[in-house]
């Protein structure tokens, strides 16, 4: 099983065209020493043929070419076999409009994500007027295989599961519940878990979390506060539904503890462990653990 990290910043890019913070600052003066990132995505493929997406960003165009043979086609039919949706966020979602030319746009995700995207973002509604995008509901907790364009087995199963999140901030009365999942992709042989937003890190999540050979989790901010003290809002980043990597509650202690190799994505842009020499970097590090950048491949 082959996975590629297409984008591993948070909503916005990094650097962000309209923030002046020390990590961007740094991107735009000297981007070896903060690589410049696209908006969070992941493609997997079992064969190294039939790829899917792990959430469609606003950076897709871009991204496709990290793919190996999902260049233009006669058809111009999409280059992946579907996309499979961890949450309907914008900078998860906005992408499967700008697929809209590739005719056949399969779309998997829990239902509740489903009726964000039908109901109140509208994603899937306006990119029904451009092409045929059929939604599966991924039921929580239960085991789905991901068959490609054709409808035969691809080789990849699925399983989402609930993690402590928020809704989108487009719909802020829509129910908590199965709003944000995590996923789990197995070929049968090797299993990678995939969670880009994530509000706590509970027993239930860290046991499954534990099983995968490879954790791509929620790198969003450094601190609670990280937001708040900068400025830029004034909300913590729990409250946001992102776990903060630093301190004794944080994501970094408890994940140095699974056995598989993790790798944090969707990364803030003011977090400063996108500074490839700042102490918040080395800490990660020293850890075992490692920041994503975009075009890491990954075989299971």
């Known amino acids: ?80 076999e579907g996309v499979v949706l961890t949450d309907a966020e914008l900078d998860h979602t906005l992408g499967l409009l700008l697929l809209r030319e590739g005719r056949r746009l399969p779309v998997l995700a829990s239902p509740a994500i489903g009726s964000l995207l039908e109901r109140e973002g509208g994603v899937l509604r306006v990119a029904r007027a451009f092409a045929d995008a059929p939604f599966t509901p991924l039921e929580p907790g239960r085991a789905a295989c991901l068959p490609d364009r054709d409808g035969a087995p691809s080789g990849l199963t699925v399983t989402a599961f609930a993690v402590a999140g928020d809704p989108p901030r487009f719909a802020p009365d ?44 929620d790198g969003t901010c450094w601190t609670d506060d990280e937001l708040i003290s900068l400025g830029y809002g004034a909300r913590t980043a729990r409250a946001m539904g992102h776990v903060p990597m630093a301190g004794p509650a944080g994501s970094l202690a408890a994940l140095a503890q699974l056995p598989g190799r993790v790798v944090y994505v969707h990364i803030n842009n003011t977090n400063p462990v996108l500074i490839e020499d700042s102490p918040e970097r080395r800490a990660v590090t020293d850890a075992g653990l490692t920041v994503g950048a975009d075009g890491m491949r990954f075989s299971l």
């Open 174 to 217: 829509a129910p908590a519940d199965g709003a944000t999942t995590g996923l789990v992709i197995s070929d049968g042989r090797s299993s990678f878990a995939c969670v880009p937003g994530c509000g706590a890190l509970d027993g239930a999540t860290l046991e499954r979390l534990a099983a995968a050979g490879l954790v791509l989790f």
């Open 1 to 80: 099983m082959d996975v590629i990290l297409l984008g591993t910043a948070a909503g916005g890019g990094f650097p962000q065209w309209n923030c002046a913070c020390r990590p961007c600052r740094t991107a735009r003066r000297d981007p070896a020493s903060a690589l410049p990132r696209t908006q969070s995505s992941v493609a997997v493929s079992a064969d190294g043929a039939r790829w899917f997406l792990i959430n469609a960003s606003p950076d897709v165009r871009s991204q496709l070419a990290l793919i190996p043979g999902a260049g233009p086609r006669p058809s111009r039919e999409l280059p992946v």
